[in-house]
């Protein structure tokens, strides 16, 4: 399973949300990869602390490559570094990624990141974090992947733009990518005694957008996990935001099950 967590927005946790369920996956046993492929490199440091800065080959190097024919390229495991915890691993990030930007769309390189995940072995579910814009990153992302997952802070602006987001989650799907899904909305930063926050969840169910269950709430605690470079199974899963992204996890795992078994039932 491969899933792209994206907004064009920023702010909205994107980073935070692909960390702490990847590593909630990594913890029950399936071997997961994320794939950082925003140049502020957030993930890159939430999964790595200071061991990011002394990486050699980055998603820098990785799409660099792509950029001249090689005979012998290096295979995509190259580029992956190992995490603190088990079952964990990263491709990571760099600065440089926003350099490579121009030349590479316009190689139109947008489907290799398909191309290398397709035989990429090893993974049982793969995680991928996007920067806060739909560009060339964002777009191979989205056609690499097989849900997405679209965090989501209860505001107005944010919902102006979730509208707009998801026409072209809808358009890269009907012109590049059929099998991608809108897997849910992820409502991050909730603060339950607010009025505001719970009226535009209603409105947006209303609509019927898939708004997910599981709510993340706003902390400070999530501050301290990524100053320790710890996602919160491992820095406290007894917090109640640990136990809102194992619901979350688990949410999108039922969700997961329920459709395969549809579709197992349709084949038959």
Known sequence: MKRVVFNQKGGVGKSTITCNLAAISAARGARTLVIDLDPQANSTQYLLGAAANELKLTANEFFDQMLSFKLRPLPTEDFIAATPFENLSILPSGPALEELQAKLESRYKIYKLREALDALEGYDEIWIDTPPALHFYTRSALIAADACLIPFDCDEFARRAL????????????????????????????????????????????????????????????????????????????????????????????AKKARAKAASKKRA
């Open 163 to 254: 509208y707009s987001l998801l026409d072209n989650v809808n358009e890269i799907r009907a012109d590049h990518n059929a099998g991608l899904e809108v897997e849910g909305i992820v409502i991050n930063q909730f603060q339950a005694r607010a009025s505001l926050p719970q009226q535009i969840i209603d409105e947006l169910r209303k609509e019927g957008l898939p708004v997910l269950a599981s709510f993340l709430s706003s902390s400070v605690k999530i501050k301290e996990s990524h100053q320790q470079a710890k996602p919160m199974i491992h820095l406290d899963r007894s917090h109640k935001l640990a136990l809102e992204f194992g619901a979350l996890f688990d949410e999108l795992e039922a």
